[in-house]
């Protein structure tokens, strides 16, 4: 029998589905541990992908989608990111996954390495592996604010190095990087030559700290932009995103493309003209119902002493459960799901960083939020914070 590549076997598995799938086959779950919006499509998009259906809207499109929807996207990056570019460098992908994927199918080789953030979401290790390329974690801790270090980034750096990937707002942490910190990381890129692969999948949730695209203070065209509409605006099943390129890299796009989707399915595609140019008032009150989780989350963690990232962006906590993990958080929440029926992501899913931490997605009901965190054991001790955005007892 044949068989797989070997690389393949490189591949992690996501250890945030394996709390997924163990918390559906149990009874009585409050579920903190998917990234799911729990507010409802809105209506003007889903009759927009409903005329699509009606209407037999149902052929192949371009490769690059269907020029109103890349137009939108365009008008929508100037205004939205203060990046200006034209329609050939828009590429509307199956969610923010093919467009990070296809990123790095631009600009890895096997054997090349890949800055990967640690805690990062899953797959940026996931696709690296893919193809056969090696992730390299860089460190985000408490003690530095969960923000980079350029000086880790220059111990890690090496001739194989070719790529940086960057992810603000930050899933798992929440954190939202500030304008000076992605300035040094864009001249790290330049000393070492280097593609930027920037994910900025919840752009629209921030609370108290600007969301700044990357991509719009370079001037030298080595980022490449990952978005989506699934979490905007509750669209995580219907599968679109776009891959904002650098300049010139139309043919080869169109060739990628074709070899690996053809196209995103059009009624999509028309839902997401909807999303992008209608009203975002559905936008604004998911926002708020987050911050609503936020606060309530956060004052009962604050009263039970339990340390955690004050976020400010996306719609997730990231909590320290290191008193009562005993140093396996993996097994840790594994125990908590099967013993206090709540599902949260164990920290070490998104790398050894994030040992001793749970990721609580705040995507669902206030009644469930505190419910479930209330069921978090209290540490018996006070332990100090670490750095001013780590809130403890």
Known sequence: MPHLAPHIETVPVSGIRHIFE???????????????????????IAEAAKRAWDADATNYTPNGGITPLRRAIVDK?????DLHVDIERVWVTVGATQALYQAMTLTLAAGDEALVPDPGYTTFTMG???????????SLTPERGFLPSIEELERLVTDRTRVLIVNSPSNPLGAVFPEEVLRELLEFARRHDLWIISDEVYEYFTYGEKHVSIASLDDEHRVFTAFSLSKTYAMTGIRVGYLVTPPAL???????QEATISCVNTPAQFAAIAAITGDHSP???AKAHYRENLVAA??????RGIRYLKPTGAFYLWIDVSHVSAGDVADWAEEFLLTERVALAPGSAF?????????????????????GLGRIPAPGDSVAALGETLVGA
């Open 351 to 371: 790398g050894r960083s994030g040992e001793g931490w749970v990721r609580a997605s705040l995507a669902t009901t206030l009644e469930v939020v505190t419910e």
């Open 128 to 138: 690296v592996r893919m193809l056969d390329a090696r992730p390299i974690p860089y």
């Open 283 to 285: 936008v604004a009150a």
């Open 77 to 81: 990056l100037a205004r939205e990111n």
């Open 298 to 303: 956060t004052a009962l963690l604050d009263a």
């Open 22 to 44: 163990m918390s559906t086959k149990l009874d009585g779950i409050l579920s903190l541990v998917i990234g799911e919006p729990d507010v409802a499509v809105a209506p003007h």
């Open 250 to 256: 139309a043919t080869t796009m169109r060739a990628v």
